[in-house]
């Protein structure tokens, strides 16, 4: 075959049963020279005109769901005429329409199985859009290229996760949004409240930047609060818009950073932190410190104030909870039990001391020592000589709120014990719920022992005698007690009754005398 300018092309031929007719495979239209060669014989026809026919489409199929980023293989044509055995060029078209915009032409990347089936690549997209496929065949004159139109759907975007929450309830900060299908970098995507506690569902609307795949968004959070908040993406490209299934985006709860100081009488009380919320409505919020109610709460700024009754310790948690309008009980912001309140230490008001008597009752002047049935405890602490003495006061109660503590006082004797005074939870030094330090000390003594008289003289051999008086002491103390009579005959003389068989109480002394002569002094 010879065409101008000169082509030569040799055709695998072959006979059919009628000598005739001679049977080709496909050809380029147009007018050729057809050189016949029978062995050494041949016959030459000029200007033949061969007019193939033009690829017809039948069918379009198109798999369901498209991946927006386009999919390998996703368009099967059908038809015929398709040349696929043959050298033929081809050419296939797609002309993608959206709404609002002007259609636009793609080469399609496709594989010609047979001269009746070709299969091709889906281009990538979003939501449903109008295909229009072209196909030519070695650029046929005439007939015209094949057409087919369809539509393209592609999948909805999917969220899988949310990273990057919990956010502030001020908003601004950035959450990560991972899933599927949610398009080209160049589309708009938008994050879009949907229920829960933001500062406006209706408006709670913010642009979002998609990453070079089409799985991953990047959208900073909406003012909000609370737990379970509902939102879902919506992707737009020219007037077309998707949105995707929805997801949850959690605040975070309130941290307080500082609180004013009170005294164990209580007072007005205020709050600083962060995360406070966004409707700022008194009827609301909701404060508690330790077990006690933090009652006419308001906010005053970016703070918390409220009024607190009585308390003490160190130890005593703020919980705080700001509720909203038909929000469940989980949507409502807790603290996380992280900041604990501390009474001002408690302060003696009589820092003299006074005197005391075993099994007496001992009330001590302490300001700050909290309401009536504030857990109190009161040692008697002394230390002499490099060693220590803790004596339990027992049955220690507020006997006047926020004034006065009182206790039964411990069997010993001796003097200048300080009182240690715990309140609450408190430590019971200074710095925690305490009155104990070297400015504000409350000393207590018990009575000096008093020799009232003796029960008789006693002979040169010596024999036991009892001492009458006060402020002898409970039968036993411990090792650290000292107690002894002597007796002495101006500065000759000094005899001390044995320790192993004298016995006390704390008004009578049972001694042994050791044997002597004379008048003598007795000293307990």
């Not at 005739?20 to 239209?29: A, D, G, M, N, Q």
């Not at 368009?75 to 636009?104: D, M, N, Q, R, W």
């Not at 199985?113 to 091709?120: F, P, V």
């Not at 049955?395 to 709120?401: G, H, I, N």
């Amino acid at each position: 075959l010879m065409t101008i300018p000169p082509y030569v092309s040799v055709l695998n031929t072959y006979f059919s049963s009628s000598p005739t007719y001679l049977f080709l495979y496909r050809v380029l239209s147009g007018i050729w020279d057809i050189n016949v060669r029978l062995g050494a014989q041949s016959s030459i026809s000029s200007n033949t005109v061969f007019v193939m026919p033009s690829p017809v489409i039948s069918a379009v199929h198109v798999q369901a769901d498209l991946a927006t980023l386009g999919v390998a293989g996703a368009i099967t044509i059908e038809g015929k005429h398709f040349a696929a055995s043959s050298t033929a060029a081809h050419v296939v078209e797609f002309i993608i329409g959206y709404p609002s915009l002007s259609p636009v032409t793609i080469a399609a990347t496709c594989t010609f199985n047979s001269d009746t089936k070709a299969t091709c690549n889906a281009p990538s997209g979003f939501g449903s859009v109008d295909l229009t496929v072209h196909m030519t065949v070695d650029a046929l004159p005439s007939g015209g290229p094949a057409s087919y139109h369809t539509t393209l759907v592609y999948a909805n975007p999917t969220i899988a996760a949310v990273t990057g929450a919990p956010v502030g309830t001020a908003g601004g900060d950035i959450v990560t949004v991972s899933g599927s299908n949610f398009g080209a970098s160049s589309q708009l995507a938008s994050f879009v409240a949907v229920s829960g506690v933001f500062a406006n569902p209706e408006l709670a609307t913010m642009s979002c930047t998609l990453a070079a795949s089409d799985e991953e968004v990047t959208c900073p959070a909406p003012p909000g609060q609370g737990q379970n908040n509902v939102f879902s993406l919506v992707f737009q490209y020219a007037d077309t818009k998707i949105s995707s299934d929805t997801a949850t985006l959690q605040y975070l709860a309130p941290a307080i950073t500082n609180t004013s100081t009170l005294p164990g009488s209580g007072g007005v009380l205020t709050i600083s932190g962060t995360n406070f919320g966004l409707f700022r409505d008194q009827d609301l919020l909701d404060v508690k410190v330790g077990s006690g109610k933090c009652i006419n709460s308001y906010f005053e700024g970016q703070d918390i104030v409220c009024f607190l009754g009585g308390g003490s310790g160190d130890e005593n948690v703020v919980f705080i909870r700001l509720g909203f309008y038909d929000s469940p009980v989980e949507d409502s912001l807790t603290t996380d039990n992280s900041y604990k309140f501390a009474f001002d230490t408690p302060i003696f008001q009589n820092v003299s001391g006074v005197a005391v008597v075993p099994g007496g009752l001992l009330e001590i002047p302490l300001e700050g020592c909290g309401p009536a049935g504030t857990p109190v405890s009161v040692v008697l602490e002394k230390t002499d000589s490099g060693s220590e003495l803790a004596l339990v006061c027992s049955d220690a109660y507020v006997a006047v709120p926020n004034a006065v503590v009182a206790c039964t006082v411990p069997d010993a004797v001796g003097n200048s014990y300080s009182v240690a005074v715990t309140v609450g939870s408190g430590s019971r030094k200074k710095e925690g719920a305490v009155a104990l330090d070297s400015g504000n000390m409350f000393m207590v003594s018990y009575a000096a022992p008093t020799v009232a008289g003796i029960s008789s003289n006693v002979s040169t051999a010596g024999a036991f005698v009892t001492i009458t008086g006060t402020g002898f002491g409970p039968a036993t103390l411990p090792t650290e007690f000292i107690r002894s009579v002597t007796l002495s005959l101006g500065t000759l003389y000094t005899w001390t009754c044995d320790p192993f068989t004298t016995t006390y109480t704390p008004t009578t002394i049972v001694c042994l005398v050791p044997p002597g002569s004379g008048v003598h002094d007795m000293h307990v």
